[in-house]
């Protein structure tokens, strides 16, 4: 990869960070806010289980892809690292899911 795809890649990897920090804080905090009828708050130990778990999808498709591309399995085919890394966050968005929904039914 050259240099241009390689800025390209982490200004695309910062701004979903930004945008998905920015997301799931107005999100806790519009549920915080409909939760605080005067009773106090009760948190949750699982509230950023969610993210967490997407994040690190996100996290591993980077490293494999880093992996795969030091040992030379990437020549100029962009579109690859970018399907990995894609494949990796669905993947754990499906398993945060599940994991939300299997909670919710313990509650």
């Keep these: 990869m050259g240099q241009d795809t390689t800025v390209a890649i982490v200004s695309i990897g910062f701004f ?3 945008t998905l920090s920015i997301y799931f804080v107005m999100k806790f ?5 409909a939760n605080s009828d005067g009773a106090p ?15 690190l999808g996100i996290g591993t498709g980077i490293i494999i892809v880093g992996i795969l ?3 030379g399995y990437f020549q100029s085919q962009d579109a ?5 890394i894609t494949v990796c966050t669905g993947i754990s968005m499906i398993i945060a899911n599940k994991l939300d929904k299997k909670q919710e039914t313990n509650n």
């Excluded at 905090?29 to 806010?33: L, W």
């Excluded at 708050?41 to 994040?55: A, L, T």
């Design 16 to 18: 979903a960070a930004i």
């Design 29 to 33: 905090r519009a549920i915080r806010t």
């Design 41 to 55: 708050v009760k948190r949750e130990p699982y509230d950023w289980q969610k993210p967490g778990i997407v994040v």
């Design 69 to 71: 591309h030091e040992l």
């Design 80 to 84: 690859i690292p970018m399907g990995i």
